[in-house]
C-alpha cells in the first residue's frame, strides 16, 4: 500500500512537472523575442518586476516573507542570480534554444563541484562519475575541436555557474529564514540591483514589449507553481529523468518560431547530461535514506 502510494505521488509530481515544462520553454522564446528590441538587463528588469506585482498579494498576506536574519547573503544570492539570468538571456539571442537547453541541464553538476571546494562535502565514486559524465556531455554539445565555441556557449556555462551558486546560497539562507521569505527577497534585491543598469541602457519599451512582460509573468508564475507542486509531490529521482522532455521542447519551440534545427550532438550531449544528473539525485536520495 506505501508502495502504491508513493508510486501514486510520484506520477502526480511527474504531471505538474510536464505542465511547467512547455511554460519554461516558452518564457525563453519570449524573453528572446524582447530581448532582440531591448537590453537583456532590461528585459530581465521589466519579467521580474510584473512577476513582483503578480505575487504581491501573496507576500502582503504573509509578513514573515519579509523577515530576514540573511539580509547580505539574500542580496549576494539576489545579484549572482541576477547575473546569470542577464547572461542566460544575452545568450538566448546568440546560440539556438535547444543548445542553450542542453547546457543548462549541467547545473546540478556546477552545483555538485561548488559543494565539494565551499561546503567541503567529500563525493564518493559514484559522485565524481556523474559529475565526468556531465562534463563529457557538455563537452558533446561543444564540440570543441570540431567547431568553434561560440560565445553563446560560453556564456550560457557562464549563466549555469551564477545560478548554481545562487541555488547554492539557499541552502544557508534557509537555515534561519523561511522559503517564502527567500523568494520575497530574491525577487526585491533583484529588482534592486537591475534598476541601476536598466536606466543606463534604457530603451523605452513599446506596448507590445510590456504586454509580453505580462504574459511571461503569467506564464512564469503557473511554471514555477506547477515545478513547486512536482517538487511537493514527488522525489527528485523521479522527477530527474523527465528533465529531458525540456530539451524537446527547446527543439520544437526553437523550430517553430525560430525555424531552428538541433544537431544529433546536442540531442546527445543533452542526454548525457540529464543521465548523469539523474544518476546524481539517485545516488545522493539513496545515501541519504541510509543516513541515521
Known amino acids: 500500500m506505501h508502495t502504491f502510494t508513493a508510486r501514486h ?49 501573496l507576500f502582503l498576506r504573509k509578513p514573515e516573507a ?12 539576489g545579484l549572482t542570480h541576477l547575473g546569470g539570468m542577464v547572461a542566460w538571456v544575452y545568450a538566448l539571442t546568440l ?48 564540440r570543441p575541436g570540431v567547431e568553434a565555441i561560440s560565445l553563446g556557449a560560453l556564456i550560457v556555462l557562464g549563466a549555469t555557474v551564477l545560478q548554481g ?53 503569467a506564464i512564469g508564475a503557473v511554471a514555477h507553481f506547477s515545478l513547486t507542486r512536482a517538487i511537493e509531490h514527488a522525489d527528485f529521482t523521479a522527477l530527474q529523468p523527465f528533465e529531458f522532455v525540456q530539451l524537446g521542447w527547446a527543439a520544437l519551440l526553437g523550430f ?10 546536442v540531442l546527445l550531449g543533452g542526454a548525457v547530461v540529464v543521465a548523469a544528473t539523474s544518476w546524481m539525485v539517485h545516488h545522493e536520495a539513496r545515501r541519504g535514506r541510509r543516513s541515521p
Do not use: Y
Open 9 to 57: 505521488r510520484n506520477l502526480r509530481g511527474i504531471a505538474w512537472l510536464m505542465l511547467s515544462l512547455p511554460c519554461f520553454q516558452s518564457m525563453n522564446v519570449m524573453l528572446r523575442n524582447v530581448a532582440m528590441d531591448l537590453p537583456a538587463v532590461e528585459a530581465m528588469f521589466f519579467r521580474n518586476l510584473f512577476g513582483f506585482l503578480i505575487l504581491l498579494p
Open 66 to 77: 519579509l523577515r530576514t536574519r540573511q539580509l547580505g547573503m539574500n542580496a549576494l544570492r
Open 95 to 142: 546560440i539556438p534554444l535547444a543548445t542553450a537547453a542542453a547546457l543548462l541541464f549541467a547545473t546540478p553538476v556546477f552545483i555538485a563541484i561548488a559543494a565539494v571546494l565551499f561546503f567541503g562535502e567529500r563525493p564518493g565514486v559514484q559522485r565524481w562519475t556523474a559529475i565526468g559524465l556531465g562534463i563529457v556531455g557538455v563537452l558533446v554539445v561543444m
Open 165 to 217: 551558486a545562487a541555488k547554492m546560497m539557499v541552502k544557508v539562507i534557509v537555515r534561519t529564514d523561511s522559503t517564502l521569505s527567500a523568494v520575497f527577497h530574491l525577487n526585491v534585491q533583484m529588482a534592486l540591483f537591475g534598476l541601476v543598469p536598466t536606466i543606463i541602457f534604457w530603451r523605452t519599451p513599446t506596448l507590445a514589449h510590456l504586454g509580453w512582460f505580462v504574459l511571461m509573468a
Open 256 to 265: 517553430v518560431f525560430f525555424a531552428e534545427i538541433p544537431g544529433n550532438h
